[in-house]
């Protein structure tokens, strides 16, 4: 199980702060692109997981409630907090009750499983804590081994 060095992290950090950087790995056998885009008028972090990010994969869930996720969206993605607007809870236990609003769950965190990351070190830290087998590799072994897993010539639009 091969882990990558501080120096590597380093590099994946360093390449993911520039402006169109770009980063292929391998992580306990799936193919994983880590990618600079603009959305709006911030620089983010794109991740696609074996040449794809399925809406499929973004999940709403509550807090203590990860367990519940697809392997992919657990391993790989960002969970984003949602947030509440403190007068609509006020306004659910004026009609409910506080004791009916903590059986509906309403006082615990919600969370949305998003491909975004916001920064390259909140990147690095999600793969060093999920993955247990992470590499490296340049652009033409991920394209090979894209298109041989995918078993179509669907990876010429890399």
């Known amino acids: 199980m091969p882990k990558l060095t501080k120096e590597q992290w380093d590099d994946i ?10 980063v292929y790995l391998e992580c306990d056998g799936y193919l994983v692109l880590a990618q600079v885009t603009q959305n709006k008028r911030k620089l ?20 203590g409630e990860e367990s519940s ?38 006082y615990k965190k919600n969370y949305f499983t998003s491909s975004w990351f ?18 490296v590799l340049d652009f033409e072994t991920y394209r090979q081994k894209l298109k041989a897993k995918e078993g179509v010539d669907n990876a010429e639009t890399l």
């Open 118 to 135: 916001s920064s390259p070190s909140r990147f690095v830290s999600k793969i060093k804590k999920t993955c247990e087998s992470v590499t």
């Open 69 to 106: 996720l697809d392997e992919i969206p657990r391993k790989f993605y960002c969970f984003q907090l949602v947030k509440r607007d403190p007068a609509n809870i006020k306004r659910a236990e004026k009609i409910y009750g506080k004791k009916k609003c903590k059986e509906l769950g309403l």
């Open 13 to 22: 950090r360093d390449k993911l702060s520039g402006t169109f950087g770009s």
């Open 44 to 63: 983010v972090i794109v991740l696609y997981v074996d040449g794809w990010a399925k809406g499929i994969h973004i999940k709403h869930f509550k807090e």
